[in-house]
């Protein structure tokens, strides 16, 4: 009887031990010496994830974790994904971390100005997204704007939320527009402020810019706009230009050739941002018709063709002095 005590006495020591240094382990410090990202591929269970976390130096004893995640009753929550531990995490946080699913957020942004080309390139280049990018999008059905996203998240899945963005967008914009614009449909309105978009970058010029078309398309004069002339024939060639524009190029017959034709071409020229937009639907009184280039960023303006023409004169002169 003496032996059996014995034996239990030295059982229960060892228990407790193993208890006590269990509850330790829960919240003591990690072995991570700095902070540490690891990806865990959509598929991977519960203990594959245990075994990887301790190959990448996130948690010490395996098995002790493995037992205390289903005591808690974590470890049937644990989830997939990128996870970023912090410097001497300890157990629990980890435990909590990933069953709960607190993965790591990547942003992608979507510039002002984006044909739909690049924006197929900028996605392909994103290595935690997943699948291809859908044929058949659009030209400026995407809003230009900053996406989060996370591992296994698809490229379909962005494309889908950028889409589902510029139609809220235009659902807005479009309901508080300036009576009596020169268009009725959005598309139109769409298609307008893609060639302000890549007609300036500086965000000041863009209701003066859209005035000037607008004011055009009142009177039936072409709009006269070099990125609609690049754009026809960039479709046509099916890639970028890598050359400027000629003066033939400004008199060939394209669909997208607004010096050739007195009105909107047929679709948008590239992805455009809310400020364009609103530049377009609530544009500035003037009577403005023409602008060119400063050669120092920005655009001079003009009524008259006499006052446009002395501003061709000063750019190009600021061209030779380069």
Same mark, same amino acid.
């Given at each position: 009887?003496?032996?059996?005590?014995?034996?239990?006495?030295?059982?229960?020591?060892?228990?407790?031990?193993?208890?006590?240094?269990?509850?330790?382990?829960?919240?003591?410090?990690?072995?991570?010496?700095?902070?540490?990202?690891?990806?865990?591929?959509?598929?991977?269970?519960?203990?594959?994830?245990?075994?990887?976390?301790?190959?990448?130096?996130?948690?010490?004893?395996?098995?002790?974790?493995?037992?205390?995640?289903?005591?808690?009753?974590?470890?049937? !929550?644990?989830?997939?994904?990128?996870?970023?531990?912090?410097?001497?995490?300890?157990?629990?946080?980890?435990?909590?971390?990933?069953?709960?699913?607190?993965?790591?957020?990547? !942003?992608?942004?979507?510039?002002?100005?984006?044909?739909?080309?690049?924006?197929?390139?900028?996605?392909?280049?994103?290595?935690?997204?997943?699948?291809?990018?859908?044929?058949?999008? &659009?030209? /400026?059905?995407?809003?230009?704007?900053?996406?989060?996203?996370?591992?296994?998240?698809?490229?379909? &899945?962005?494309?889908?939320?950028?889409?589902?963005?510029?139609?809220?967008?235009?659902?807005?914009?479009?309901? !508080?527009?300036?009576?009596?614009?020169?268009?009725?449909?959005?598309?139109?309105? *769409?298609?307008?402020?893609?060639?302000?978009?890549?007609?300036?970058?500086?965000?000041?010029?863009?209701?003066?810019?859209?005035?000037?078309?607008?004011?055009?398309?009142?009177? /039936?004069?072409?709009?006269?706009?070099?990125?609609?002339?690049?754009?026809?024939?960039?479709?046509?060639?099916? !890639?970028?230009?890598?050359?400027?524009?000629?003066?033939?190029?400004?008199?060939? *017959?394209? &669909?997208?050739?607004?010096?050739?034709?007195?009105?909107?071409?047929?679709?948008?020229?590239?992805?455009?941002?809310?400020?364009?937009?609103?530049?377009?639907?609530?544009?500035?009184?003037?009577?403005?018709?023409?602008?060119?280039?400063?050669?120092?960023?920005?655009?001079?303006?003009?009524?008259?063709?006499?006052?446009?023409?002395?501003?061709?004169?000063?750019?190009?002169?600021?061209?030779?002095?380069?």
């Amino acid at each position: 009887m003496r032996i059996i005590a014995k034996l239990f006495a030295v059982i229960t020591g060892l228990c407790l031990s193993m208890l006590a240094y269990a509850a330790y382990y829960y919240d003591a410090p990690g072995p991570l010496s700095e902070p540490k990202a690891v990806l865990f591929k959509r598929g991977m269970g519960f203990e594959a994830i245990v075994d990887k976390m301790a190959d990448e130096g996130v948690i010490r004893h395996p098995l002790l974790f493995k037992v205390m995640a289903v005591a808690v009753g974590d470890a049937r !929550k644990f989830k997939a994904g990128e996870y970023d531990f912090s410097a001497t995490i300890t157990p629990k946080l980890v435990m909590d971390m990933i069953a709960e699913g607190r993965v790591v957020v990547h !942003k992608v942004t979507l510039p002002e100005g984006f044909s739909v080309r690049e924006v197929v390139e900028l996605l392909a280049k994103e290595p935690l997204l997943e699948g291809d990018v859908p044929q058949g999008i &659009e030209e /400026g059905s995407l809003l230009p704007e900053t996406y989060h996203f996370t591992y296994g998240d698809s490229r379909a &899945e962005v494309i889908g939320r950028m889409q589902n963005g510029m139609r809220q967008t235009m659902n807005e914009l479009w309901s !508080k527009r300036a009576p009596d614009l020169p268009f009725t449909k959005p598309e139109q309105a *769409a298609t307008l402020a893609s060639i302000v978009e890549k007609e300036t970058g500086v965000a000041s010029e863009r209701g003066r810019v859209a005035a000037v078309f607008i004011n055009r398309l009142r009177l /039936g004069m072409p709009l006269q706009s070099d990125p609609t002339v690049a754009y026809g024939i960039e479709k046509q060639l099916g !890639k970028p230009m890598e050359r400027s524009l000629t003066l033939s190029d400004l008199r060939s *017959a394209t &669909e997208y050739n607004t010096y050739v034709i007195p009105a909107l071409p047929p679709a948008p020229i590239a992805n455009f941002g809310r400020a364009a937009l609103e530049a377009v639907l609530n544009p500035p009184q003037t009577k403005e018709l023409y602008f060119v280039a400063t050669g120092t960023g920005g655009h001079n303006f003009a009524t008259t063709l006499a006052e446009h023409n002395a501003n061709v004169a000063a750019y190009r002169a600021k061209l030779k002095q380069r």
